[in-house]
């Protein structure tokens, strides 16, 4: 780039990524250089195509490569910055369904991340991925308490006896919610009490 910065830094660099398409040191280069211009569309775009080669590419190492947890941050980043939320759950489903299959210290944290994401969807694929995420953190590590309770939160609904070993691990909603003064929170305007509208009370009274 020369030291340059900004749009003149592309205009030097971006023929380069041509000449060297999987050079990933250059795309992050180029991709941080859109974002600091504030143009992030075609930063992305350029991701998207790098990890469409990578998962046809045919090197033994190329899924670990396209599934490395700086690169799906990046993905991450950047589908947050544009609002593309159903993408995000999609790549870092993906992301967890890799790791999975090789249990890997570098990935705990995209795994945990890739959970808790997962659990917001109320696709029950989703659910489900989540909850096999979890059970493979707890696996590896049995004092991790928030991948307990992700486990926990995964299967609560659909698998009630998958969660009973583990509800001992976690504080009791009565000891967390012991100081809490409802009251004081409603007057404040935290938290409102939901109730039926005069219509729907009416008709109820009247049945």
């Known amino acids: 780039a020369h030291m340059r910065t900004g749009k003149e830094a592309?205009?030097?660099?971006?023929?380069?990524?041509?000449?060297?398409?999987?050079?990933?040191?250059?795309?992050l280069t180029i991709i941080q250089l859109y974002v600091q211009t504030q143009n992030p569309?075609?930063?992305?775009?350029?991701?998207?195509?790098?990890?469409?080669?990578?998962?046809?590419?045919?090197?033994?190492d190329h899924e670990d490569v396209r599934f490395a947890p700086g690169l799906v941050a990046v993905a991450v980043a950047l589908y947050r910055q544009q609002g593309h939320h159903n993408s995000?759950?999609?790549?870092?489903?993906r992301a967890s369904k890799h790791w999975r299959s090789k249990p890997n210290d570098a990935a705990a944290s995209l795994l945990q991340e890739a959970g808790f994401?997962?659990?917001?969807?109320?696709?029950?694929?989703?659910?489900?991925?989540?909850?096999?995420?979890?059970?493979?953190?707890?696996a590896q590590s049995q004092g991790d308490t928030a991948a307990?309770?992700?486990?926990?939160?995964s299967f609560a609904t659909t698998?009630?006896?998958?969660?009973?070993?583990?509800?001992?691990?976690?504080a009791p909603?009565?000891?967390?919610?012991?100081?809490?003064?409802?009251?004081s929170l409603i007057e404040a305007g935290v938290i409102s009490v939901a109730t039926a509208p005069p219509a729907a009370r009416k008709r109820a009274a009247d049945a």
């Open 117 to 138: 994401e997962l659990l917001q969807s109320s696709k029950p694929e989703d659910l489900a991925s989540a909850g096999a995420t979890f059970e493979n953190l707890v």
């Open 41 to 60: 569309g075609p930063a992305l775009a350029l991701l998207d195509a790098f990890l469409r080669r990578l998962e046809t590419a045919t090197t033994p």
């Open 88 to 93: 995000i759950r999609a790549e870092l489903a």
């Open 173 to 183: 909603v009565e000891r967390l919610t012991a100081g809490v003064d409802v009251e």
């Open 148 to 153: 307990v309770a992700g486990l926990v939160a």
């Open 10 to 27: 592309l205009h030097e660099i971006l023929p380069m990524l041509e000449k060297r398409p999987n050079d990933i040191g250059l795309l």
């Open 159 to 170: 698998d009630h006896a998958k969660t009973e070993p583990y509800l001992k691990k976690l």
